[in-house]
């Protein structure tokens, strides 16, 4: 059980352009998602705490007009990259946690944006 | 602020026994994670402490001491595929998860 979906599991688009990343969870229900990022050889680094229905919350640095995250249902959050640029290439995360008072995050496979 | 510490990097042999420390200063405790991450891979779940003592799960084995803001990772048996990196984190009094750097083991044959 506790299974996260991801996709696309890696994209390639242009400077400019935007880009949608959905993180779902597949057989239980996610008051609160996560939006990580990591670049290479370095630690995960949390953009933002998605609750259902409500607006979602950055962490410091973190542009919420460019990085859109939208969490409508209890099995689906989306993150936009709206008009993408190099910089942004990472491997993006999301990951869950259920209802029952269980602090353990179930992470999804993660997306590799690539920003060309 | 919220600190958590871990070594950068470890090495150790095939076969052998290492240990992964992490300390933390955090606002309030709410239990500790062990995640493994392989590279370009998302961290998988390994243990979860919240009470004292030491808790044993196959060739994983993970301790917490509360009293003294720490934590450690022992691996026993060591194979190559447990070369990942290995990512401690607290949970804090508004039930965040505050992650450590991480610290990556290389396993020599």
């Known amino acids: 059980g506790a299974v996260v979906s991801q996709h696309p599991s890696w994209v390639i688009c242009k400077s400019g352009t935007s880009v949608k990343i959905e993180c779902r969870s597949l057989?239980?229900?996610?008051?609160?998602m996560f939006w990580y990022r990591q670049f290479p050889k370095q630690s995960l680094m949390l953009m933002a705490t998605s609750n259902e229905g409500s607006k979602a919350t950055y962490e410091q640095g973190v542009e919420k007009d460019k990085f859109l995250i939208n969490h409508a249902s209890l099995t689906l959050s989306t993150l936009t990259v709206t008009s993408a640029h190099p910089e942004d290439s990472s491997f993006y995360i999301c990951?869950?946690?259920?209802?029952?008072?269980?602090?353990?995050?179930?992470f999804g496979p993660g997306t590799r944006l690539t920003v060309t | 602020g919220q600190n958590i510490d871990q070594p950068t990097e470890m090495t150790a042999t095939e076969g052998a026994i290492v240990q992964i420390n992490c300390t933390y200063q955090?606002?309030?405790?709410?239990?500790l994670f062990w995640y493994q991450q392989h590279a370009g891979e998302a961290p998988t779940f390994l243990s979860y402490n919240v009470l004292d003592g030491l808790e044993e799960k196959g060739r994983f084995s993970s301790f917490l001491s509360r009293s003294k803001g720490y934590s450690y990772l022992l691996l026993k048996e060591l194979q190559m595929k447990d070369s990942a990196s290995y990512l401690c984190?607290?949970?804090?009094?508004?039930?965040?998860?505050?992650w450590g750097a991480g610290t990556k083991l290389i396993i020599k044959p």
């Open positions: 955090t606002s309030g405790f709410n239990g």
């Open positions: 990951s869950a946690r259920g209802q029952k008072k269980d602090y353990e995050q179930y």
């Open positions: 984190a607290v949970v804090d009094s508004n039930y965040q998860l505050i």
């Open positions: 057989d239980f229900q996610a008051t609160t």
